[in-house]
């Protein structure tokens, strides 16, 4: 399996960003798709997960309301809209696959990883 992430830049604060995450190679059975961060000196933590089979979604507190994780099933991708960005949302974002929807907010419950690709929101 292979996930390519894209999308990071440098925004200032209260601006919008969207990653994308393409995803290619095995089939998974009702696969979620999820995005996590890490910032430095911090541990990797969850941001929001897609469930592909029910179009179920998931957030972390931090991120709800301001955050909205979509896909396209033509193109096996998964998308994370971010608005109002903050300099706490400044992290080197990853994407990440799994099978089934149980632990989708854990990140050793997840099989295979895209590279990240990095946040920076100025203040």
């Known amino acids: 399996v292979q996930l390519q992430a894209s999308g990071g830049g440098l925004v200032q604060a209260g601006g919008s960003l969207r990653l994308s995450c393409a995803a290619s190679?095995?089939?998974?059975?009702?696969?979620?798709m999820a995005w996590f961060r890490q910032a430095p000196g911090k541990e990797r933590e969850f941001v929001a997960a897609?469930?592909?089979?029910?179009?179920?979604?998931y957030y972390a507190d931090s991120v709800k309301g301001r955050f909205t994780i979509s896909r396209d099933y033509a193109d096996n991708t998964v998308y994370l809209q971010m608005n109002s960005l903050k300099p706490d949302d400044t992290a080197e974002y990853y994407c990440?696959?799994?099978?089934?929807?149980?632990?989708?907010?854990?990140?050793?419950?997840?099989?295979?990883w895209g590279q990240g690709t990095l946040v920076t929101v100025s203040s």
């Open positions: 990440a696959v799994k099978s089934g929807a149980y632990g989708l907010t854990l990140r050793n419950k997840y099989d295979y």
């Open positions: 190679g095995r089939t998974f059975t009702s696969p979620v």
């Open positions: 897609f469930v592909w089979s029910v179009g179920w979604t």
